[in-house]
């Protein structure tokens, strides 16, 4: 989040409160406090062995060839197998895999893991029928209805590695993924349901497609049986291409331990999206095992709801992949949770005996915004554990969360992690750590994490500086898709031998963790990141505008909001016209998360006299404080005439 560390580090009052896990649920729990005593290379070869089921074992547990690692070596397995046909071997085919909701009333559907494996071999005979095979890239833009983890698993299956892409981005953003993977397929569907109105995902990948020579056919779900233009030849409806649903006609592909899963993509501080990739057998045990036991899974009784989008890393690791590789019964959500009233969620929680909720800081802080009696409309008492996830959590949500959804006898686990570790690497155990509201607590058994000064130097408990990851962990990017050089630029050429998370952090006097959010120019923005520079190239592709930069400020509702300074071609004037233009103009070139909160109409930038944008002033003006230091200011006239601008900013919210 585009703060000073030291200065956001230096003032924050450290939360006093403190809650140990409760008796009963320390003594069930999966973890208990001897898992910090396992030797790192004992617990990773345990765990490869106990969470999932090998093809053939492998020969060595891993490779550490900074800054790149290995795991498993020598190892094969499949995906979907592990997650999907070995249950139902094991006699759990009856078992609920998904309690699928739609967003319109009444709209449910359970699948249970014989009905997933039947789901994914008919889609995987499909895209196989259609060319798909081992290493077809696949994109796949979806909303949240079932078949959108049957498509994932399907690719698996085959061992074609996927791209999810997020149904808010745009048909720019789509094509800009779709053709830096080579993607030769795309899967999507008609429409998508989103607050009882619809989005038009199939007419987006159409406008995607004019820009993606390589794409050589979609297959398109239907799920609001409108009328959607279809390409001859190149589009397939699924209801046509459907195959065999007996599993035994597309047996799943043994894979190497490092071939690659997925691609995730990313914002960091350049306009261009980064490709994470993750390989199949390290990503795989990482999900299970900190599923297991961060989450305390019980897979024969829990009913477990993480309600982020599949189309993030939460998604994947915590929607897919890690529950369904432990057999876990999972809630899936369609819509959004005030539709058609705010108390939705909490009703879908009552409805199917939820016992573990996962979720982020800014949907909690909206529901303490509607206010509590939306939960107390439903019974409960059903849920035993709550998490968190994707930005820091602030004690008052934290305590909100703790007391009205988890009636104060839930341990809440705050997860701190990225796209990038491709697990939760930072968190409570819920059975064995004193949780801190806002604190992350302790890195996960095995995980080595430690907070470094400017200097890399290791600062040591009550100091504040940049987190940082020492050993390699099973889930770790395998690098950025077709750029070496990037990788080791963004994570590895600031201290050199450790890996730069690129957020500030702060370590208190028991070893706690807190995270105090990104140091460089990423913005987090309900969870979602959001690079400064991709929101400024946005902007400036549109025809007035001459210069643009963008600043995070903080946003009660959604952690960061964005606020652009713009200055128009010409020296022309802002209106309400022409913001409302511009943020439009952002939503179809990134999609609608990124458009900026307010706009600041400005004749010029703040600058250096060597033309560098001073972007700390303009966090300055963006949360009206006081300014910095503007003594290396080449027109100290300029600042004075944007706070006046900042004070009657143009702004609107979503
Ligand atoms: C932030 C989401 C504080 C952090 C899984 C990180 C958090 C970025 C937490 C990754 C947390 C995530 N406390 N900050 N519990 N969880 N973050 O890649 O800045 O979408 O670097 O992965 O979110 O976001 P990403």
Redesign the pocket.
Known sequence: MAVEPTQNIDTLLLEERTYPPPPEFAAQANAQASIYDEDFEAFWDREGKERVTWFEPYTELYQWDRPYAKWYLGGTLNVSYNCVDRHVEAGLGGRVAYHWEGEPDGDRRDLTYGDLQKEVAAFANALKELGVKKGTAVAIYMGMIPELPIAMLACTRLGAPHTVVFGGFSADSLSARINDMGCEFVITQDEAWRRGTTVALKKIIDEALQETPGVKGTVVVRRTGNDVPMTEGRDHWYDDVRGSDDPASCPPEPMDAEELLFLMY?SGTTAKPKGIAHTTAGYLVGVATTHRYIFDLKPETDVYWCAADVG???GHSYIVYGPLCNGATSVMYEGTPDYPDKDRWWSIVERYGVTILYTAPTAIRTHMKWGPEYAQKHDLSSLRLLG??????NPEAWIWYHEHIGGERCPVV???????TGMIMITPLPGVTTTKPGS?TKPFPGVDAAIYSEQGEEVGPGGGGYLVLRRPWPAMLRGIYGDDARYRETYWAKYGDVYF???GARVDQDGDFW?M??VDDVM?VS???ISTTEVESALVDHKEVAEAAVAARNDAMTGQAIVAFVTLKGGGEGSVEKLEELRNHVATKIGPIAKPANIVFTPELPKTRSGKIMRRLLRDVAEHRPLGDTTTLADPTVVAELQTRGAEEQSRED
């Not at 968190?388 to 959590?393: A, N």
């Not at 705050?414 to 990038?420: A, K, L, M, S």
């Open positions: 990313t993030w890393i939460t968190s996830v994707g930005e820091p959590i705050d997860t701190w992690w990225q796209t990038e992350a998370a690129g957020d995270l959010g990104r987090n969870g979602h990141r």
